[in-house]
């Protein structure tokens, strides 16, 4: 349903994703650029943080934003919308990474122009002052590599808990699998890391 916003004196229409969804697959142009804008730098954050590669995760969720103007009117709304979407780009990014083995290089999980120090996963509001950002920007350097050894699908589970905040049950939809498979994911990728981490 479409939710009334005030916005400079005069009342606009924001519309949920299910709505813009349903506009899409009808080809409502200015649908898909409201989906495109609300979705755009998560879509990117989540597949660079996968892949490792700014040229490679801008394409791959520009392929994703095509893949959903393409497979909107297939959404039944079963599953939250954000969830349905980002299914196609993780699947898009393991297929990527599987053409192109190269993936398992050890990148950076920060953005373009980000600084490569800092974290990939938003910061804390609370500042820890300069020794907590020490300890922290010297985890992240840690965890880099150590994210690169983890299976397409145990990288994709992780990231989409730790990054996104999806329930179990949301990544066992987006990777196409059990919520025990999902939670199995979950699981052996951050002991995986714990064990990559300790060891290094």
Do not use: D, M
């Given at each position: 349903m479409a939710a009334p916003r005030l916005r400079g004196g005069l009342i606009q229409v924001e519309f949920s994703d299910d709505e813009l969804c349903r506009r899409i697959a009808e080809r409502d142009a200015n649908a898909f650029e409201l989906m495109v804008d609300r979705h755009q730098a998560r879509a990117y954050r989540l597949a660079f943080s996968i892949l490792g590669n700014e040229a490679d995760a801008s394409d791959v969720s520009q392929d994703a934003f095509v893949r959903l103007y393409e497979a909107a009117g297939r959404f039944d709304g079963r599953a939250r919308f954000s969830t349905w979407f980002y299914r196609i780009l993780v699947n898009l990014c393991i297929d990527h990474q599987r053409r192109n083995r190269w993936w398992k290089r050890l990148l950076p999980l920060a953005g373009p122009g980000d600084n490569p120090d800092e974290p990939a996963f938003d910061p804390p509001s609370d500042e820890a002052g300069p020794e907590g950002d020490a300890m922290l920007s010297q985890s992240v350097r840690r965890l880099r590599p150590a994210l690169a050894q983890l299976s397409p699908q145990q990288r994709a589970a992780v990231l989409l808990q730790?990054?996104?905040?999806?329930?179990?049950?949301?990544?066992?939809?987006?990777?196409?699998?059990?919520?025990?498979?999902?939670?199995?994911h979950v699981h052996r990728g951050i002991a995986q890391l714990r064990k990559l981490m300790r060891n290094d």
């Open positions: 730790t990054q996104e905040g999806f329930t179990s049950r949301e990544i066992a939809a987006v990777l196409n699998c059990s919520e025990n498979t999902a939670r199995v």
